[in-house]
């Protein structure tokens, strides 16, 4: 396994993280930076509150699919090679949440990263991954509280 490889992987799936969707859904549907409105945060839950449930989900989708699109290429690359590290496809998704916290394009303000982390935990351990989601989705269904919900769906891990 070459160290360039691994950093390449690592670069990818950082600038994948990157993709700042629910600024640009800001930018595209109202010319508004959603930075500047609600909780300041570029996640689905702040584009709910700003721009409403179609762009939210939008963004929850994007972002769920940025976690997994890193870790997938991964392990599509080390495949390639005849590797099977998890460690370095952990890693890949670990900085795909980066990138999504830490936005290259964004001064590093970006979001709490948790559709993200549900992408990469789909693409590393999909039962595990729908399971957390089921509580995510289970303790939002009784307390209508997005964070309250993101902590459970963590904590059953």
Do not use: E
């Not at 963004?59 to 392990?75: I, Y």
């Amino acid at each position: 396994m070459t160290p360039g490889l691994i950093a390449l992987l690592l670069l990818a799936g950082y600038l994948l993280g990157s993709i700042p969707s629910g600024y640009l859904a800001g930018r595209w549907l109202q010319n508004l930076d959603i930075r500047q409105h609600g909780s300041g945060s570029t996640g689905a839950t702040n584009v709910l509150r700003v721009l409403g449930k179609g762009p939210a989900l939008a963004v929850f989708v994007v972002d769920v699919l940025k976690g997994t699109a890193a870790v997938q290429l991964a392990q599509v690359a080390l495949h390639a090679q005849g590797w099977q590290v998890d460690s370095v496809v952990v890693a890949c998704g670990l900085a795909a949440l980066a990138g999504h916290s830490f936005p290259l394009w964004l001064g590093g303000k970006g979001g709490k990263a948790v559709a993200t982390g549900l992408g990469m935990l789909l693409g590393l351990a999909t039962p595990v991954g729908l399971a957390c989601f089921g509580v995510f989705l289970t303790v939002l269904s009784i307390s209508r509280i997005v964070s309250l919900s993101s902590i459970a769906a963590a904590l059953s891990l």
